[in-house]
């Protein structure tokens, strides 16, 4: 399979779709867990591009590793999974009642260091979709060298079922209706 390879001219020329502020009004994400900053690609249920700048002040940053900084994979992975979420979500008119969970990650790999000042280009590509069922490939860039990929499904859940319960003070977690 052939790779994508951005140059780095056509990083500079990116028009920003949703900025963080839009993608907060469809992620729930919030600081320090959002994980994407902006949306320069959107084709709905087949396509999404997401930027992710790299800052020295990230948090876990302070402890991975102190002295040699290097943005942990599974946070990659978790910034290639809210731009899936992005696309998931965005066109739902009921999505503050919505939740994704990852329901699988296979065959990461991890090819390059991702250190403070890196922009990831986060592109994520539908290869199965369901109405609450998606199977994304995805790939993540820094000045045009693919530096992790990862084939993520998730699934669209009823945000009730993890929110806290009034009565006890736990997740209150029930069965989902298989009818």
Same mark, same amino acid.
């Given at each position: ?8 001219e ?14 907060? %009004?469809? @992620? ?5 867990? @959002? ?13 999404? !591009?997401?930027?992710?700048?790299v ?12 002295g040699?900084?290097v ?5 990659? !992975?978790e %910034? ?5 979420? !992005?696309?998931m979500?965005?066109?739902l ?6 939740? !994704?969970f ?5 065959g990461?790999?991890?090819? +390059? ?7 990831? +280009?986060?592109? @994520?590509t539908?290869l199965?979709?369901?109405p609450?069922?998606?199977k994304?490939?995805?790939e ?5 060298? @693919? ?11 009823? +945000?009730?079922?993890?929110? +806290? ?5 736990? %997740? %209150? ?6 009818a």
């Amino acid at each position: 399979m052939a790779r994508r390879i951005h140059t780095i001219e056509n990083s500079y020329a990116m028009e920003t779709l949703l900025d963080s502020t839009q993608i907060q %009004a469809i @992620l729930p994400h919030r600081y320090p867990f @959002l994980l994407v900053d902006r949306i320069i690609e959107f084709e709905a249920n087949k396509r999404v !591009v997401g930027i992710k700048s790299v800052t020295l002040n990230e948090p876990f940053f302070a402890g991975h590793f102190p002295g040699a900084p290097v943005m942990p994979g599974v946070l990659i !992975v978790e %910034a290639m999974a809210q731009t899936a979420g !992005v696309m998931m979500l965005a066109n739902l008119p009921d999505r503050e009642s919505k939740l !994704v969970f990852f329901t699988g990650i296979d065959g990461a790999k991890f090819r +390059r260091p991702v250190v403070p000042g890196d922009q990831l +280009r986060l592109e @994520l590509t539908v290869l199965r979709l369901r109405p609450r069922y998606i199977k994304l490939r995805g790939e993540a860039y820094v000045d045009g060298h @693919l530096v992790a990929e990862a084939l993520i499904s998730s699934s669209l859940v009823d +945000r009730s079922i993890v929110e +806290r319960s009034d009565s006890i003070n736990r %997740a %209150a977690f029930s069965p989902i209706d298989q009818a």
